[in-house]
């Protein structure tokens, strides 16, 4: 393709197309031509480290990027008490990411990211009530969007009983949902029952397959530098789109 990579709605509808609503089922940005580099197996498991592989694509070239850092907020800061005893064990013995490392990967993902393009960055609660703007410092993301997901079953707590995660949805400038989101039937409560799978942390396969069909297009590339259990990947092969994402424990 050989529209400029920050080419917006805007810039590319004609007259009829300018008269879009909001609501619009159609996508008129469209992702640049890139040639990844050898060592960047698409559609496949990477075993690496998320900020190597970011480091090796090219500034705005990608329509959707997903982000799940490891981190233990509402558990470290409250104390809920049995992380790393029976259920939790697997995930307690993986490595925390600091809030510098968190920052760096959203600047990298920002930088990849095409204008109008978007991030898909899971939350705990912790960060969610106490903020999380300084990982945003520096970059053109902003907040757009949040939906929950409703699990299905009940976890840990000292006091409320966990039963949802968040997804806080960042768009990068220029910020607009005309000819850019296409699905207009997402709810931003979600309801899906957790993955059963040992040692990680699994996210909903059928909401991230949605997300991803409402921004971006059949053979478009979406990112993911934190898999876990690839469930991103399994999303993008539901409908047609090019996986490119790693974990450091493969």
């Known amino acids: 393709m050989t529209r400029d990579a920050h080419t917006t709605a805007e810039d ?3 007259p009829e197309q300018g008269q ?3 609501f619009s089922n159609e996508r008129l940005l469209e992702q640049p031509s890139i040639a990844l580099p050898p060592e960047l197996t698409a559609n496949t498991r990477l075993k690496m480290d998320g900020l190597h592989l970011l480091a090796a ?7 959707a990027a997903f982000f799940d850092p490891q981190y233990r907020g509402v558990l470290d800061h409250l104390a809920y008490g049995n992380e790393g005893v029976h259920r939790g064990q697997g995930r307690a013995s993986l490595p925390q990411m600091s809030e510098q490392a968190i ?7 920002d930088r990849i990211l095409i204008g109008s393009g978007h991030l898909f960055l899971w939350m705990d609660k912790f960060h969610l009530c106490t903020g999380f703007r300084d990982w945003l ?4 993301l902003d907040v757009v969007d949040l939906i929950t997901w409703d699990k299905g079953r009940i976890g840990m707590g000292y006091r409320s009983r966990r039963k949802s995660e968040y997804l806080v949805v960042l768009q990068k400038a220029p ?3 005309k000819g850019i ?6 709810p931003d409560v979600w309801s899906e029952t957790a993955p059963q799978q040992r040692g990680v942390h699994p996210k909903p396969v059928e909401l991230q397959a949605e997300l991803i069909e409402a921004v971006t297009n059949p053979g478009d590339l979406v990112v993911d ?7 991103v990947l399994a999303a993008c092969q539901q409908r047609n789109r090019v996986f490119l994402g790693c974990d450091i424990n493969g």
Request: proline content about 8%; cysteine-free.
């Open 12 to 14: 590319s509808a004609t």
């Open 20 to 22: 879009l609503s909001v």
């Open 57 to 63: 694509l090219p500034d705005s070239a990608v329509p």
């Open 103 to 109: 920052a760096q990967f959203i600047g990298e993902l």
């Open 137 to 140: 410092a520096g970059t053109s």
């Open 175 to 177: 910020r607009k949902a």
């Open 181 to 186: 989101w296409k699905v207009h039937t997402i």
């Open 225 to 231: 530098p934190a898999a876990g259990a690839f469930s």
